[in-house]
């Protein structure tokens, strides 16, 4: 057994797949996100979509990094990560605009205070504000804030985001084929609506990184921020305080802003992307859980992925695997290791798309490609070894 799922998590998420095994699969079975017919509307032309997600165990690390800083601007990243999980898979079946967006927020009211309340939704307020800039339009519509500190030990941030979008407009990976290539759009550096340096990890692989990078002082000093059932063989095993520093390219960052820089959108992108060349995208995978293995789950049918131009891995995943130790299969499963958008795209067009992200200054390039196979498989190509998987 995984280090990973000794710890009570699951990168492919095997026994939630089996439990929702009978559920209808929407309209187009391979998109990204389930699709219903318009049942708010009743027109044919349209389609509703519903989605939900949020910062998961995230929350735990700006509680910890609270605790020790005093920072509760922290929090802010946190209301950033849960719409960005929410908007960057809704942007894969082609949603840019008009969506609805409630919060839920579960909370330990005898550790979180009002003050980390009005920071989130503050925060959630502020980012609408910015993605409005960039033709982005999402209405708040509130939500729910419970105090069950009998359920949550901390807190939970997360949000439900919501859809109707004319059928024309639609992505349903349908269209993805062999002789395609993939674009990533790369998850760390600075882009031009990013206000700091991003580390790239994004909001999966959160359970890990805390337990793998920190040190036992935090399961002595904030037993409340861990499963107590688990075994203290894999409760902060790392070597490090949040507010230790790690060099990036030359600059000093703490290890707590590394792992807690906000979830990149890539929204200003396919934004424009789909205004501009609403022709080139055959498909899209927001390779959130199960890392680099995401896409395999969403092709229409049996091909193979070859990714064998992969991004060099951001220093962050270099600091969770030197203290973890897990191997490269485990690593490219649970982190997306350098991008989390993929673009489907014929050979020909994969140089607007890559041209436009970098007016955005969001690095892209073609990361591999599509073969015939007669099943479902993908292969990572990595400078030392190759990885294989089939779905």
């Excluded at 989605?51 to 700006?62: E, F, P, R, V, Y």
């Excluded at 950033?80 to 999980?85: E, L, P």
């Excluded at 999402?138 to 109707?164: C, F, H, K, P, S």
């Excluded at 969001?362 to 990595?382: H, W």
């Amino acid at each position: 057994m995984s280090i990973y799922a000794r710890r009570g998590v699951s990168a492919q998420k095997e026994e939630v797949h089996q439990a929702i095994r009978q559920l209808d699969q929407g309209l187009y079975p391979h998109a990204f996100c389930k699709m219903y017919p318009d049942f708010a509307g009743g027109d044919p032309n349209f389609v509703n979509i519903m989605h939900a997600d949020g910062a998961g165990t995230k929350s735990i690390l700006a509680y910890l990094y609270w605790k020790e800083t005093g920072d509760v601007s922290v929090w802010k990243g946190i209301a950033r990560d849960a719409v960005a999980m929410n908007l960057d898979d809704l942007l894969c079946v082609g949603v840019t605009d008009n969506l609805l967006f409630s919060s839920t927020i579960d909370r330990n009211k005898l550790l979180i205070g009002g003050d980390i309340l009005e920071a989130v939704i503050e925060g959630t307020r502020e980012y609408f504000q910015l993605l409005a800039e960039y033709g982005v339009n999402i209405q708040y519509l509130g939500g729910e804030t419970a105090d069950v500190g009998d359920v949550v030990r901390t807190i939970a941030v997360n949000g439900t985001m919501m859809a109707r979008w004319p059928k024309s407009k639609i992505i349903t990976n349908q269209a993805i084929a062999a002789g395609q290539v993939i674009v990533g759009l790369a998850s760390s550096g600075t882009c031009a609506y990013e206000p700091s340096y991003n580390s790239g990890l994004g909001s999966n692989g959160l359970t890990s990184a805390r337990h793998d990078v920190l040190s036992k002082h935090y399961a002595t000093h904030y037993p409340e921020s861990f499963e107590p059932g688990l075994s203290e063989e894999v409760v902060y095993v790392g070597h490090h305080r949040l507010t230790d520093n790690y060099t990036v390219d030359g600059i000093e960052h703490s290890i707590g802003q590394l792992l807690l820089s906000p979830t990149r959108t890539y929204a200003p992108v396919i934004c424009q992307l789909l205004r501009e060349h609403p022709d080139v995208v055959k498909g899209m995978i927001h390779c959130s859980g199960g890392g680099q293995t995401k896409c395999m789950k969403y092709l229409p049918g049996p091909m193979k992925v070859v990714k064998d131009n992969l991004f060099p891995p951001p220093p962050i995943f270099s600091l969770i695997q030197q203290n973890s130790g897990a191997d490269d299969r485990e690593m490219y499963q649970v982190f997306n290791m350098g991008h989390r958008m993929e673009i489907f795209a014929e050979e020909t067009a994969a140089g607007k798309i890559i041209d436009l992200a970098a007016q955005f200054g969001v690095d892209a390039k073609v990361v591999g490609k599509v073969q015939p196979s007669d099943k479902k498989e993908l292969t990572l190509q990595l400078p030392e070894k190759s990885i294989h998987f089939e779905y």
